[in-house]
């Protein structure tokens, strides 16, 4: 159960649980967007790291066989 936010500094706030231990943070996107968006693209580029990978030759063949393209 989340019981304290603290803001910390402008436009950054820290939710923190019964402990005072951090467990998540809120964010002014009007602020930060861009930032978290950098952020969320790095996250999501981490956790498709380990995901198996396409040739582009393979993925055009692919595409022409199931009509999606012209070869």
Sequence with gaps: MM?????????????????????????DLARYGDLWEDFYDQLTAQQQSGEKRESLATVKKRLVAQGKLRG
């Design 3 to 27: 019981t304290d936010v603290r803001q910390t500094m402008e436009g950054i706030r820290f939710v923190t649980d019964e402990k005072g231990e951090k467990v998540a943070v809120q964010i």
